[in-house]
């Protein structure tokens, strides 16, 4: 799959994208909402990790934005957050809502789901 992994945290995205690439996958990462989407203009991506706290452009703007594209298959969106709490808007906006920190494991079951199914019901995974 194609993974686009979004986060400022340099040290979480360069992990993501490695273990993501040794597990088989094609990562990129973007350390802003504004680069994830000049990213997701340029390319298709099946998966989407999308860190909610980010400079300028936050993680919900960004998501917010792939339901406003008709035109291109929107890939699945999975939000990582560190807050505790999250809301019906992350419902409507993300696929899966992720709790930082998360597991490989649960890691392993996102990446099994965007494969089987880009429109599965959010969840909370720890």
Same mark, same amino acid.
């Given at each position: 799959? *194609?993974?686009?992994?979004? +986060?400022?945290?340099? %040290?979480?995205?360069? #992990?993501?994208?490695? !273990?993501?690439?040794?597990?088989?996958?094609?990562?990129?990462?973007?350390? +802003?909402?504004?680069?994830? @989407?000049?990213? !997701?203009?340029?390319?298709?991506?099946? @998966?989407?990790?999308?860190?909610? *706290?980010?400079?300028?452009? *936050?993680?919900?703007?960004?998501? &917010? #934005?792939?339901? /406003?594209?008709?035109?291109?298959?929107?890939? %699945?969106?999975?939000?990582?957050?560190? /807050?505790?709490? #999250?809301?019906?808007?992350?419902?409507?906006?993300? +696929?899966?809502? !992720?709790?930082?920190?998360? #597991? @490989?494991?649960? !890691? &392993?079951?996102?990446?099994? /789901?965007?494969?089987?199914?880009?429109?599965?019901?959010? @969840?909370?995974?720890?």
């Amino acid at each position: 799959m *194609n993974v686009l992994v979004v +986060d400022d945290n340099e %040290f979480v995205a360069d #992990s993501l994208v490695f !273990l993501l690439d040794c597990i088989g996958h094609r990562a990129v990462m973007a350390p +802003d909402g504004e680069t994830a @989407l000049e990213l !997701l203009r340029a390319g298709a991506f099946d @998966l989407v990790l999308l860190d909610e *706290n980010l400079p300028g452009i *936050n993680g919900s703007a960004v998501a &917010l #934005s792939l339901l /406003d594209r008709p035109v291109f298959p929107r890939p %699945f969106v999975a939000s990582m957050t560190g /807050d505790s709490d #999250s809301n019906a808007e992350f419902a409507r906006l993300f +696929d899966v809502c !992720l709790q930082k920190p998360f #597991s @490989l494991e649960t !890691l &392993l079951r996102v990446l099994e /789901d965007a494969r089987r199914d880009s429109n599965a019901s959010c @969840l909370l995974a720890a």
